[in-house]
């Protein structure tokens, strides 16, 4: 491509030097020349790979597919700067990148792919104790992005198909190409103070309450939005005054009733119509974790004994 000389050189600048930089040729003979058999993802802007290096290691190789160079090459240099200041078990790793015939983000493979297709397909496979690890380990990934990196950032596009799970099941947060850096002086500004940051109305609480339709998700087993469009905000809100209803009848009602009540009552702050009753996500953490200190300044829920609290394997 004609401007990858100038995107190499901000590389060069910007940009971790333990990323590897990958031919075309590298890339094309790891994914079988972008065979459609190794597509494993697509979205508005980008098709994703597996793919296997000459050293065994499985990959995805993220490709940009869709908007003028000018916008491509912005949006690539965006996402790639924003990775290169993040660094958390809980956020994707990167291994490294390809210019030479379009740009490409090359990660580490994900063996138990994105939350979303388990959802959709496996769901036996999320028991109770991998829910509520997901659950966890995407909020301190959130809380890191707002609150802990050196600059903070807004995913914006926070999403079960966007949350890759280890081998272990550990949750990544993946796709940052709608992410924005948040000014320096947000702390000290209100939200009615900057109604539109970048492209339309953005604030962290915008990832808030993505989180928290992604934990109704988990509670329930049911996607975000069903093949009828229906919500599953919309369906859960009326059903969350007597929670056990909500619960995905797959657990076969083995669960944790502390870290279940704890959840759904996350969730209900979280999807909060008014912005501004949301709260922050290092609280989220706090209150998944059961600290009692901001417990005690939120909403609580009955309790009442599970049937079981068993956790399968």
């Known amino acids: 491509m004609e401007n990858a000389p100038q995107i190499e050189a901000n590389l060069y600048y910007c940009f971790e030097t333990s990323w590897k930089n990958f031919t075309l040729s590298d890339l094309e003979e790891a994914t079988d020349n972008f065979s459609h058999e190794n597509l494993i993802g697509e979205g508005g802007y980008s098709e994703v790979y597996k793919g296997n290096l000459e050293d065994g290691q499985l990959i995805a190789v993220k490709r940009l597919i869709r908007g003028t160079p000018e916008e491509m090459t912005t949006d690539y240099l965006s996402e790639l700067g924003i990775l290169a200041h993040v660094n958390h078990p809980n956020i994707v790793g990167v291994i490294g990148y390809g210019v030479e015939g379009g740009m490409h983000l090359v990660l580490p493979l994900s063996p138990n792919g994105c939350l979303s297709s388990l959802l959709k397909g496996k769901r036996e496979k999320l028991t109770w104790r991998r829910r509520y690890n997901i659950a966890l380990g995407i909020a301190s990934g959130i809380s890191y992005l707002h609150e802990g990196c050196r600059r903070r950032i807004i995913h914006r596009d926070i999403k079960s198909a966007n949350i890759l799970l280890t081998e272990d099941f550990e949750p ?125 300044g939120k909403k609580k829920f009955q309790k009442r004994p599970a049937l079981r609290r068993t956790y399968p394997l």
């Not at 604030?203 to 049911?222: H, N, P, Q």
């Not at 912005?275 to 998944?288: A, D, Y």
């Open 172 to 296: 990544q947060i993946s796709d940052f190409g709608l992410a924005k850096w948040l000014p320096d002086q947000w702390a000290h500004l209100t939200v009615s103070h900057l109604k539109f940051f970048m492209h339309g109305t953005v604030d962290e609480k915008t990832d808030v309450y993505a989180f928290g339709v992604l934990l109704l998700e988990l509670i329930s087993g049911r996607s975000a939005l069903d093949e009828s469009h229906n919500s599953v905000v919309m369906w859960a809100k009326p059903l969350l005054k007597s929670i056990t209803e909500v619960v995905d009848p797959l657990l076969d009602g083995i669960y944790d009733w502390d870290q279940f009540s704890r959840m759904v009552m996350v969730a209900s702050l979280c999807i909060h119509q008014d912005s501004t009753e949301r709260p922050q996500m290092s609280q989220v953490v706090r209150m998944l974790k059961g600290d009692e200190s901001i417990l005690q």
